[in-house]
């Protein structure tokens, strides 16, 4: 299950950096020349122009670091503290907003629900 969720993940990150790779070079090349007497970019040009605005404006972890872990850390010790019912609760309400019991179908024994190793 770990290396289909990394290759979604990596797929996933392939797919935004192209995309936005594209859009990047699109816009500089019809807007940036025209205006600034610039030199028009390549599609690798564009990425790495992405990369160093990313590291000077957005530092390197950006979202999915420090602040993030933080975010998590404080959510596991409010879990921690949690009444049965009140995590229930808790996901119940998750699920509702988000359509789905994805983070909170992890870790059951899937077994018993007849979902996966049972021939049907």
Do not use: Y
């Not at 290396?3 to 979604?8: C, T, V, Y």
């Not at 030199?39 to 040009?45: E, I, K, N, T």
């Not at 988000?98 to 996966?116: L, N």
């Amino acid at each position: 299950m770990k290396k289909h969720s990394r290759f979604l993940a990596l797929t996933a990150f392939l797919a935004v950096t192209v995309i936005f790779g594209t859009i990047t070079m699109f816009l500089w090349n019809a807007l940036v020349p025209a205006l600034f007497g610039l030199p028009v970019l390549s599609w690798l040009q564009s990425i790495g122009l992405l990369v160093l605005c990313r590291i000077l404006f957005g530092g390197i972890s950006g979202g999915f670091g420090r602040m993030a872990m933080e975010r998590d850390k404080l959510f596991r010790e409010r879990w921690g503290t949690m009444t049965d019912e009140q995590r229930n609760h808790l996901a119940e309400e998750i699920k509702k907003r988000h359509g789905c019991d994805f983070w909170f179908g992890r870790g059951q024994d899937d077994s018993s629900s007849g979902k996966h190793g049972e021939n049907q």
